[in-house]
């Protein structure tokens, strides 16, 4: 009878190890060629997201929010032209960020029904439209907040723990990359829109980025080693702020893109300060204010034909619910618009922008 428990025992114990290396062998089998050359000996196994419209894959779908996108024209120039809840006509950066990398060729959003046990140990995007660091940001939207997101990513660490055991999550949490992309709702539709007649954007600005760093050492707490924290891009060079505050001629609004440099200046110091305090994680600042304003200022660089406005409708201040399939003026060809819609780019350019990111800035996390 002891000879037949410890039997049964052996079996059963070796069942979870079966189903953690089937479950690797799957993703070693189905990931892509990565297009960057890793230093050697090193591994990304994952990426992870969180932030805002620009990296969500859908989670705002099943919201209540006027912040979400599953519908045409969005996901024109998807694969199948699915309107997936990507804010844009086909891929956004997170999709880009993972091909680059050779881990898949999408990084799904974590709250997709769709979702398969294997896409967890490749990563997934919390991220959700209309989100920022300051918390008023995420409530105005009805989106969840960065606190809802880091409980969402608890939760996966938990799912994972259940398919790999507790050594091999720690590895993945470890050697993955994690985005974070905040900022522009909280400049653009909070600031600008509510807290300006209350701060001075510097004192704002200082807000923000004590919010950054409180996520980034609550992602260090959980784990995280290899952070990416994006920058504010050129705001008042999105179509929307233009209509919005460029006046007749719709320039860019130099004194929203003061205020996105200024927060740059500064989340870019408390990284290079939480570097100093946590030797053993690597905090890296990532620029897309200067790719993205190039692109705008150079279009015929890189082929582009259309810099102040979107391809949807007009283009001049159509987003998310105003961009429908009923507007009779969307463009034919978005590869020739910079942006998709009034705040959000196209496929191309994101394509082309994270190519340069990744290039740039993969060796500052080995």
Known sequence: MKMLLSTSSSSSSTVPLLVSFFIIIIIILCGTEA????QDNESIPA??????????????????TVAKCNYPPYGRDFTGEIPTGRFSNGKIPSDFIVEELGIKKLLPAYLDPNLQ??????????????????????????????????EMFKEYRGKLKGLVGEERTSTIISKSIIFVVQGSNDITNTYFA??????????????????????????????????????????????????????????CVENYNEAAKLFNVKLSSQLNFLNNKFPLAKFVYVDIYNP??????????????????????TGLIEVSLLCNRYYPFTCDDAKKYVFWDSYHPTERTYKIIIREVIQRYVDGFF
């Open 35 to 38: 297009l960057v050359k890793l």
């Open 47 to 64: 990426v992870i997201v969180f932030g805002d419209s620009i990296v969500d894959p859908g989670n705002n779908n099943n919201l209540i």
């Open 117 to 150: 046990p294997t896409d967890l140990l490749t990563g997934v995007s919390f991220a959700s439209g209309a989100s920022g660091y300051d918390p008023l940001t995420s409530k105005i939207a009805s989106a969840y907040s960065l606190s809802d997101q880091l």
């Open 194 to 251: 509510l807290r300006k007649w209350q701060n001075d954007f510097a004192s704002y600005a200082d807000f923000l980025v004590t919010s950054a760093s409180s996520f980034v050492k609550e992602l260090y707490a959980l784990g995280a080693r290899r952070v990416a924290v994006f920058s504010a891009p050129p705001l008042g060079c999105l179509p929307s702020q233009r209509s919005i505050a460029g006046g007749v001629h719709r320039e």
């Open 292 to 313: 993205l304003l190039d692109i705008i200022r150079n279009p015929q660089k890189s082929g582009f034909e259309v810099v102040n406005k979107g391809c949807c409708g």
